[in-house]
């Protein structure tokens, strides 16, 4: 079957969730209005990349009419020049269009929360964590996101033995989500007095924001409790005013079994505000929990293992004395360690992205 035959139909699609955008009876059920506006805008990428597409296709025949049928030679070499621009751009275009077409993963565009945590290693770990916060909130510096930290706990010798925090912008999951899983490095640790190369490690999770009506939650049942935490006060998220904490029971639909989440937010001076974001980690943890078994069937059919699967898994290692950073899901190893720590990761996310649609191209065609 031809491309173009498989986007017929999407046209009026888009044009009717245009419209429905537009229905008061839309616009009034919050959660069909995210749903519609959602497919409106996916559409909406498919379809210019369809006329873009479709365009060149067109052009490029009718270069090849003219160069094969003309007797002009300067209407020959137009079209000539014409051919030598679109031949490498029609198969361009192409891919670009049948990775649009692919079942989208309706979490990419979701914002994120993100917890890091110093594993093993001790006081490095904790380090370490610290240095991978800081590696990411260059990052978002440069994609123009921005971040707001819900919890801290800071290590003994610096970094934190754990961080929570919110990452908001433009397909922020859909990017972000490479990075789950344990972190090694390979480094002589501040705290090491002989010089030897230490192996520590820390794990990131990236779990997708849950929306309000996407998870249900007995507000009258979430026991509350309100604290200062301690210190003496500065600039730490860790010392600051009105923290609050929250316990709530949730009972696993799959399994039937009662577990206690535990969540303290400390994040503002702000008493409602804590108790705001608290509730929205809750959403999020509960709506991840839920989707785990989706998670997991995703990951049972990808042989790449890119963008998910175990966050226990050693997904990359950092290795100072070399100034190495590889990937070892894909196999990707570069030499820019000081340039990688100070945000510049694109390149590994482009890898791991082209190799997660090469395998999803792959499984399509089977």
Known sequence: MDILDKIEGLEARYH?????????????????YVRVNRDYHELEKVLTIARQYKVAVDGLEEAKKILYSESDTDLKELAKDEMDNLEPLVPKLEQDLRLQLLPKDKEDS?????????????????????????????????KGWKYTISSASEGASGGYKEIIFNVTGENVYGTLKYESGVHRVQRVPQTETQGRIHTSAATV???????EFEVHINEGEIRWETFRSGGAGGQNVNKVESGVRLRYN????????????LIECTETRDQPK?????????????????????IDDIAARRKTMVSTGDRSAKIRTYN??????????????????????????????????????????KEAEL
């Open 16 to 32: 009717e969730a245009g419209l429905l955008l537009t229905d008061p009876a839309v616009i009034s059920d919050q959660a069909r």
């Open 274 to 294: 804590n108790k705001e974001r608290a509730l929205s980690r809750l959403r999020t943890q509960i709506y991840d929990k839920e989707h785990q078994k989706y």
């Open 205 to 211: 999770a990236v779990l997708p924001e849950a929306d």
């Open 320 to 361: 100072y004395p070399q100034g190495r950073i590889t990937d070892h899901r894909i196999g990707y190893t570069v030499y820019n360690l000081a340039a990688f720590m100070n945000g510049d990761i694109q390149g590994v996310i482009d890898a791991l992205q082209l190799a997660e649609n090469a395998e999803r191209l």
């Open 250 to 261: 949730w009972k696993n639909p799959n399994t039937g079994v009662v577990e206690e989440i």
């Open 110 to 142: 979701k914002d994120v929360v993100m917890e890091i945590r110093g594993g093993t290693g001790g006081d490095e770990a904790a380090i370490f964590a610290g240095d991978l916060f800081r590696m990411y909130i260059k990052y978002f510096e440069i």
